[in-house]
């Protein structure tokens, strides 16, 4: 039997990540990810599961990104025994990202029934899972560091390799055995951008027969990094010349940690006036505590600046973590200027929608903008200045500046992904297969790679590719 490669998810799309190496002695899932986007068709994805838990030998975790870690906890349940294996920081990532899914999912839940309560109905959904759920998938863990090889199951050998995506983030180079023969398949998982701070550059792969690599920017180019510091520097200034407030929606893992280190950067060399800085999301000062522990992950940079004299790269004089929420609306009352990093990173829940009901009628204030914002999201909207936005119910002016940063995106852009693959040794790579990315990235993507002479598949969902 020849050795397979085969996706349940993210293949043609960006969410739920499940790909399989599949050989005549083991079955080997890399990630177990949960769909995200339109919460009902999400829900039913998640919900399905196209294959068999008990078959597999082993699974390898990524990152801790929830569409990579989100369906972990389901696999016991669907009898799964074996080990889940992930870096260290992976690991603890990955236990903050779905004890946080299951709480979530435990209030819509709730209100969810109340509202079939009033209806005087009964609600029979169940959550995907709870937090025992969780608890229990947490003890599969098996971690290990970058470049230590490990038997994950009968004939395979892995390392992971950085990937410069996220605290922990792993490319995974897997040796599997045919016969007398060894084949190596390399699987990225979601590949950052070069020169990013804090992390390490996505590292170059040793020689590979068959690549899976990511897609998301395949047909985009970001913004040069060197850029992203003055244009913050830049919306700083000019709001607090003001006396306005900054308010950044950002997501709670590495964009929220990104921007503690830019701004810390731009304070020590007096690129921006002292004004206090709240970090108001628990989940963001959680993750950047583990942010913290994890000093392996850094850059050479990162070490240098910061650990050779001793300083915490995520901490500064001005730098508050708000933990209660009497706190957290305290804020509301603060005068002068000041910043507020808050989650959710599209607006769709979380603290920062007080901070935007009450900041975005003021012309001095500043949202500013550095994630993606989804389609039908508060963030979408405020990133179009629509004049008038709803939150909480309540109809608001938008007359606060929106200004958007694209310089922080933790994905590789196309030319990123050239460079990867142009690492690679040629006369050994014999295909290359595109997975986590939409049709015209994907499209873009495949003809670049192709032009450049590397054989190249888009992966579909459910199809089995020869090796
Ligand atoms: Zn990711």
Partial sequence: MAVELYSHGAAGEVTGSKHFLKSDRATLMVDCGAFQGHREEADRKNREWPFAARELSAVVLSHAHFDHCGLLPLLPKHGYTGSVHATPATRDLASLVLMDSASIQAKDLEYLRKQAKRRGAALEKQPLYGENEVVESLNLFTTI?????????????????DAGHILGSAQTVVEVAQGTNTMRVAFT??????GMPILRDPETLPGVNYLVIESTYGNRRHDPMIEAQQKLADVIVRTANRGGKIIIPAFALERTQELIYALNQLLAAGKVPKLPVFVDSPMATNATAIYRVHQECYDAETRRDFLDKHQNPFGFDDLNYVSSIAESKSLNALKGPAIIISSSGMCEAGRVLHH??????????????????????LGRKILERQPEITIFGEQRKLKAEVTKLNTFSAHADYEDILAHVRCLDRAQLQRVFLVHGEVDAQTHLKKLLEAAGYATTVMRPGEHYAL
């Fill in 145 to 161: 560091g970058y470049r230590r090889s490990f038997i994950p199951a009968d004939g395979m050998r892995a390392t992971f390799y």
């Fill in 189 to 194: 998982g979601d590949l950052g951008r070069r």
């Fill in 356 to 377: 935007l009901l009450n900041n975005v009628e003021n012309p001095n204030n500043t949202i500013l903008i550095v994630g993606y914002m989804a389609e039908n999201t």
